[in-house]
């Protein structure tokens, strides 16, 4: 299966997908997009769904794995997360914002909604009007990459 | 092959999912003497205070015993494991017979004796739908409930219920709130948030004796109450297996394949011990995530994969009113404490290892944390000082995340 990847020598730390994935993810999604995004996310806190790290001149973004053994999906108390095709989902409508998948995740790659009322996780633009995943197809520079590996 | 299951939560579901996924022919039958579809047994008090509902707190969607071609007999008793003719006998006579059997019967409420209990109209305990849903039809606006234990079980039961209800009294032998997961800085941080909610807690005092609807405690004061509910723990229900001639301690023993000591005998969940790698200890570790991976792990086995579930930590993530807590492993070890204002972290590292955590507030990226306790990983290889500010990849070495991140192998 495809699966995000990082390159995290060529990451600038802009953090244009962390913009990528909150707009491809609101309603505007799919519209005439500069325009269209300065509007949905400009002088607004977002809650993107992949994290660039930052340190010391480092820098990567973070994003769910979609992991063959997902612990999260193991872990899940109200049977919400589940493995469609590979993509790891989450049915907000079942999730009670427990956060057990918080604490279980070992790469920190899912986290509370904006509404801190469930839980929110990358789900490669399968479940929006994207097709595929937003964050890699805005990265100027390759830092990350969606291919089988 | 014929597998057979008794119970129908979390562990059963784990193994069902495991057994599927290397024998797609065999027949599993599932036995519960609960007659619901399997539900996720944490959300009951979800359900009381409407997050969710009976159709979405279903932990598999309705189609799950037909798509895994399973033979629910649901609303029946299994009382005895016949280990000689490899049967399991139901409590309508029935015998079902089994090659391989997971026992997955979880616990039950404890209810010590109390004296004048009896006394007690309405009385309740908190653990199944059905528990929830008879508490839910006795409550009024004007109910004055009385909760017994501060453990998670009660205190979510509190909040499931604090907005029905005219009035709310959590009463605890402990002097703290939460003692198993929180160290005394957290219970008074979460005591605090919940009282402000309108909760009302009497610790370090427990019920000397009930006269109808009062409750005189120990410390000599009396508690009027319309309602009760007695939450002061859970026992394992390990009695088949005791009965059959298996090990038993306090929970049912099992190895790292979730085997019990009876040949084709497996066990998972709320009703095993578990082996706690922080403290080296087997203990009862009674959370959903742990029943979901023995379960698996026996499911698996059975059809012939040796994985091993070796792993097993205590951990809790949880919330009341919207305030949130995520603590995992044990607490014995050095201690780095940070506090500001409604959040609060304490870290406890131990022989080069993170050993346990507390989060209360901000819990982003706890499952680093976790991941530290679970896979003991050295703090000399990673950048511990990092890691430590808040939760990162950062903190591991840059091969560490080519692995992690990039997919190197
Ligand atoms: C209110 C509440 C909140 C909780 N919150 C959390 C939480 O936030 N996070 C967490 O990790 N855990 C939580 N738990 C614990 C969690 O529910 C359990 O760890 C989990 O359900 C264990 O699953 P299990 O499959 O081992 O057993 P159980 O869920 O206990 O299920 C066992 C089943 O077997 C049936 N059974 C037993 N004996 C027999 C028999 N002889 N014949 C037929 N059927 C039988 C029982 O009726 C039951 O249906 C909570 C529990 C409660 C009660
Ligand atoms: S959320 Fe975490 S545990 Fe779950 S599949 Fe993604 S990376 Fe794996
Ligand atoms: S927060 Fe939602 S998705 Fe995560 S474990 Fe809890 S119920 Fe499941």
Redesign the pocket.
Known sequence: MKRIFVNEEWCLGCHLCEYNCAFANTVSAGKSKANEMAKALKGKKIFPKIQVEENDGIYFAVSCRHCTDPLCVK?C?AGALSVKDGVIEIDQDKCVG?Y?CVLSCPYGAIMPAEDGHVAQKCELCTRNSCGSPACVAGCPNNAIVFEER | MNYVI?????????CIEGIRKNDKESAITV????K?HTY??????YLLYGKTDEERMKYRPDSFYKDNDVTPILG????KIDTKNRKVM??DGKAVPYDKLLV??????FVPPMKGLDTVENKFT???LD??KALDSVLTKDSRVLIVGAG??GL??AE?ILDKIGSLTVIDLADRILPSILDETGSELVQKSIEEKGVEFMLGTSAAEFDGNKAKLTNGETVEFDVLVI?VG?RP?T??VKEAGGNVNKGIVTDRFCRTSLPGIYS?????ESHDITTDTDRI????????M??ETAGLHMTGTDKPYDKAIP????GFFGYHMITAGSYDGEKTVYADGENYKMLVTKDNLLKGYIMIGDISRAGIYTKLIREQVPLDSIDFELVKEKPQLMAFSLADRKEQLGGVR
Do not use: W
């Open positions: 872990g108390i427990c057990t | 008794i119970g129908n939560s979390a562990a059963a579901v784990g036995i519960s003497d609960e619901h996720s047994r944490p959300l009951i008090s029946k008793k299994a009382v139901l409590d997955a019967t979880g616990s039950r409420p908190f653990m199944t528990d929830a998670l079980i979510k039961c499931g939450a859970v229900n009695e088949l998972a969940g709320d009703c095993t570790l009674a959370l959903l995530p742990n029943a979901y023995q379960g951990m809790n993530a949880i």
